[in-house]
């Protein structure tokens, strides 16, 4: 059963300013999910990335599957970027399956 | 694009009620979850399915039941509302390959007064 560690639980930054969120879990996966909660509560699937890294726009996230880590990173960061952002991984290790998530992190970005 | 829809954004109803909560999701996935979400507790799976007519219990599934008569629907229900089930509800849906992302519904903000 895998176990989801988020870091840092709060994260305060002013606009402009890079950003980084960390997530270690404790099962070999080969698919981790970087999502994004707005206030108000909808959640939207950012990523899903088995190996390297992904890039949309500003968001780039990145995994190491043999660390059991990965990162999502915010550049040039904006007062719309705040919000909770949450990893997940497969509950049983491997790829697919019911999630387990992370206690998110929430970020507010100061203009 | 996928879409899972809940079928209410706020809900109040009283202690003792029976609540259903539906979600839709319009591309035929296999797999449908509900998760809770409680402040500092995060995300929290209560109960999946993996097809139609099947059902699994997750970590907190002690006062839900679930069903799922059509691929596309899967229902969760409190027989019997009681204050600590407010809580907000998501519903989200995968399709069962690897490479697939989750897709989750709006939420719906629960109060049972």
């Known amino acids: 059963k895998n176990e989801v560690e988020q870091s840092p639980q709060n994260l305060t930054a002013q606009e402009g300013e890079f950003i980084t969120i960390n997530c270690s879990y404790s099962?070999?996966?080969?698919?981790l999910h970087w999502l994004q909660q707005h206030p108000g509560g909808g959640i939207v699937s950012l990523f899903m990335l088995s190996s390297g890294k992904k890039k949309h726009g500003r968001l780039i996230a990145t995994i190491n599957i043999q660390e059991k880590h990965s990162s999502l990173h915010i550049t040039a960061s904006h007062p719309r970027d705040s919000a909770v952002y949450i990893c997940?991984?497969?509950?049983?290790?491997?790829?697919?399956?019911?999630?387990?998530f992370g206690k998110g992190t929430k970020l507010s970005v100061k203009p | 694009d996928v879409k899972v829809t809940q079928s209410s954004r706020y809900l109040v109803k009283r202690t003792g009620e029976k609540v259903f909560l539906e979600c839709v999701q319009d591309m035929d996935h296999e797999n449908m979850f509900w998760y809770r979400q409680d402040p500092g507790l995060g995300l929290r799976l209560i109960y999946f399915?993996?097809?139609?007519?099947?059902?699994e219990k997750g970590d907190i599934p002690e006062g839900y039941s679930v069903s799922r008569e059509k691929k596309e629907r899967f229902s969760l229900i409190l027989e019997s509302a009681s204050t600590n089930q407010t809580s907000m509800y998501l519903c989200?849906?995968?399709?069962?390959?690897?490479?697939?992302?989750?897709?989750f519904g709006q939420g719906t903000r629960l109060t049972v007064v």
């Open positions: 399915s993996y097809d139609v007519k099947m059902k």
């Open positions: 099962v070999g996966i080969s698919a």
């Open positions: 989200a849906s995968t399709i069962t390959s690897a490479g697939s992302g989750a897709f």
């Open positions: 997940a991984a497969p509950h049983y290790g491997g790829s697919q399956g019911n999630l387990i």
